[in-house]
Nanobody, 124 residues
Framework: QVQLVESGGGLVQAGGSLRLSCAAS????????MAWFRQAPGKEREFVAA???????TYADAVKGRFTISRDNAKNTVYLQMNSLKPEDTAIYYC??????????????????WGQGTQVTVSS
């Protein structure tokens, strides 16, 4: 079992920045893929970014150029640096993880482990 614990959410004004952290514990693998999803009220959970164990990254078009995902494999921790935040970024942000089977996925169903979420609110 892998446990994921998120931190760093909060309230920020439009144009501001936040950094989210997600620490994994338990039985993990070097090939573990970690990702961020978000879900706004009344909307489906959507992919934000993913980091492969080798360091490669994938971003949703909505956040490309503004968000940066990074990973510290030694600490089993993934980060999401969010810059130039917009009100439409407001959502609960979830950390997720999966094995390498199938590679990086944009589908929530493919992820095996989930954090409990952290609220990000961007005011106008």
């Amino acid at each position: 079992q892998v446990q994921l614990v998120e931190s760093g959410g909060g309230l920020v004004q439009a144009g501001g920045s936040l950094r989210l952290s997600c620490a994994a514990s338990g039985r993990t693998f070097s090939s573990y893929i970690m990702a961020w999803f978000r879900q706004a009220p009344g909307k489906e959970r959507e992919f934000v970014a993913a980091s492969r164990w080798s360091g490669g990254a994938t971003y949703a078009d909505a956040v490309k150029g503004r968000f940066t995902i990074s990973r510290d494999n030694a600490k089993n921790t993934v980060y999401l640096q969010m810059n130039s935040l917009k009100p439409e970024d407001t959502a609960i942000y979830y950390c997720a993880g999966k094995g390498v089977s199938g590679g990086t996925s944009l589908r929530p169903h493919d992820y095996e482990d989930w954090g409990q979420g952290t609220q990000v609110t961007v005011s106008s």
